[in-house]
């Protein structure tokens, strides 16, 4: 294990600073960098994502009839979504509650609107803005906007 794969101390702050809950234990560095969703037709679920939404399409791989892998990358994550033929148990739609925080809420809607993507109005929460749309097989996305800390 290199130096770069273990923190210092375990973390027991949230990145605005404030108190965890449960503060971290484990020196062990981690990062979720990909999430698979469950399509019914992949070709679909690439056009939706990468063309509809505008997301980065990182590999598209077609090892045999039976296998196929499809990464897509929202612009500024660091985590992508992987979907395809024989790399995933979930069903279409089983994804729900997937989050992505971005800086201004009103203006994400705004683009997911232009872009024919019908999303919900903005639901104000002490925790933070919110607006919740679906791709085509019904798995449910949520955007977050962060409330200002103080």
């Known amino acids: 294990m290199s130096d770069d794969d273990v923190q210092t101390a375990p973390r027991s702050t949230l990145v ?3 108190p965890m809950e449960t503060p971290a234990t484990s ?6 960098e ?3 969703v ?15 939404l505008g997301w980065g ?7 045999s009839d039976e296998l196929r892998f499809v990464q ?15 790399i995933t148990p979930l069903r279409p739609g089983d994804q729900k509650g997937l989050q992505a925080v971005v ?30 749309f679906t791709d085509p097989d ?5 955007l977050q906007e962060v409330p200002a800390r103080g």
Not at 27 to 32: H, M, N, Y
Not at 38 to 52: L, P
């Open 27 to 32: 020196t062990l560095r981690t990062s979720l």
């Open 103 to 132: 800086p201004d809420v009103d203006a994400a809607r705004a683009d997911l609107l232009a872009r024919g993507v019908e999303c919900t109005g903005v639901d104000e929460m002490a925790w933070g803005r919110f607006a919740f």
């Open 57 to 63: 399409c990182d590999h598209d791989v077609r090892v």
């Open 38 to 52: 469950g399509v019914s037709d992949v070709d679909a679920a690439k056009r939706f994502y990468a063309e509809v």
């Open 34 to 36: 990909l999430v698979m």
């Open 72 to 86: 897509v990358t929202p612009p500024g994550s660091g985590c992508s979504i992987a979907f395809g033929t024989g």
């Open 16 to 18: 605005s600073g404030d």
């Open 138 to 142: 019904s798995n449910a996305w949520i």
